[in-house]
Structures are given as structure tokens and as C-alpha cells.
């Protein structure tokens, strides 16, 4: 991120890893981190290169680089901490059709439709590494 007297252009996705194009992630907030870990397990697992894309800006949602990763790698993972009805995930996913690569393998992980409850309780309802992983395994 910028320092204090910058400032980063409204919409910019922050790229981790931007030559790897066996799969990419695309994310944001408590997906980066959680991404990046799965991204290495993938690597060590699968031996696929792993970009991850973090949006960083929700609204507007940056169709325009969501289409160009999507376009640039071979599978796509959608990592989204939010509920699996009216997510951000969604809104990704149809930026990926609409820009012609809902042809390509694809998973989406996300949340389940419910509340969010608190303290570790939470980890029964939201995504994990594991279930990104499982995600990769998934598009074999």
C-alpha cells in the first residue's frame, strides 16, 4: 500500500505473484491473507503457479482487471469471506462471464448462508484455507 502522502488510484488491485497463470485468485480482506497460504500449499500440492488477486475496492467493482486476470491464467478461484446468496463473489463471477471466461474452470468459495456468529463459532461458517485447497484439487 501507498504511504501516508500518496495516495492509490480508486478501483487498483493490489497483484501477488502477476507471471503465475495455472490458476488465479481473486479476493479481498480476510481472503489476501487466506489466499496467500492456500496459494503455497497449492503450489507445493499441485505444483500450479498461483496469482492472487487482491481487489481491494469493493465499489466500484474493477471489472476491467478481473476480466484481464481472468483472461491471463487457465482457472479461476473466487475467495469470498461473505455469504454464498448476494456476495461480492457474485458480482466477480458475472465480470468473468460477461468478459467472455466463464468458459474456463472455475470455483467459488465462500461463506454459507447464515449469520455471522461470533468468536470461534465464526469458523464454522466461513471459508478456510483448506477449503481453497480443496477448491484447486477440484478443478483437476
Request: proline residues 4%; contains cysteine; glycine residues 6%.
Given at each position: 500500500y501507498p504511504g501516508p502522502s500518496e495516495a492509490m488510484e480508486i478501483g487498483s488491485e493490489r497483484?501477488?505473484?502477476?507471471?503465475?497463470?495455472?490458476?488465479?485468485?481473486?479476493?479481498?480482506?480476510?481472503?489476501?491473507?487466506?489466499?496467500?497460504?492456500?496459494?503455497?500449499?497449492?503450489?507445493?500440492?499441485?505444483?500450479?503457479?498461483?496469482?492472487?488477486?487482491?481487489?481491494?475496492?469493493?465499489?466500484?467493482?474493477?471489472?476491467?482487471?478481473?476480466?484481464?486476470?481472468?483472461?491471463?491464467?487457465?482457472?479461476?478461484?473466487?475467495?469470498?469471506?461473505?455469504?454464498?446468496?448476494?456476495?461480492?463473489g457474485e458480482g466477480i463471477i458475472t465480470a468473468i462471464v460477461e468478459a467472455g471466461q466463464g468458459s474456463k474452470p472455475m470455483r467459488r468459495v465462500v461463506g454459507v448462508d447464515t449469520y455471522t456468529p461470533l468468536a470461534g463459532a465464526a469458523f464454522a461458517v466461513i471459508p478456510a484455507e483448506a477449503d481453497i485447497v480443496n477448491a484447486a484439487i477440484d478443478l483437476v
Open positions: 497483484v501477488y505473484f502477476p507471471e503465475h497463470a495455472d490458476v488465479v485468485i481473486f479476493t479481498f480482506g480476510n481472503g489476501v491473507p487466506m489466499s496467500l497460504r492456500a496459494a503455497r500449499e497449492i503450489e507445493k500440492s499441485l505444483l500450479w503457479k498461483v496469482r492472487v488477486v487482491d481487489l481491494r475496492w469493493l465499489q466500484p467493482l474493477n471489472e476491467s482487471a478481473i476480466a484481464s486476470h481472468a483472461r491471463a491464467c487457465k482457472r479461476i478461484i473466487v475467495v469470498d469471506e461473505g455469504r454464498r446468496s448476494a456476495g461480492v
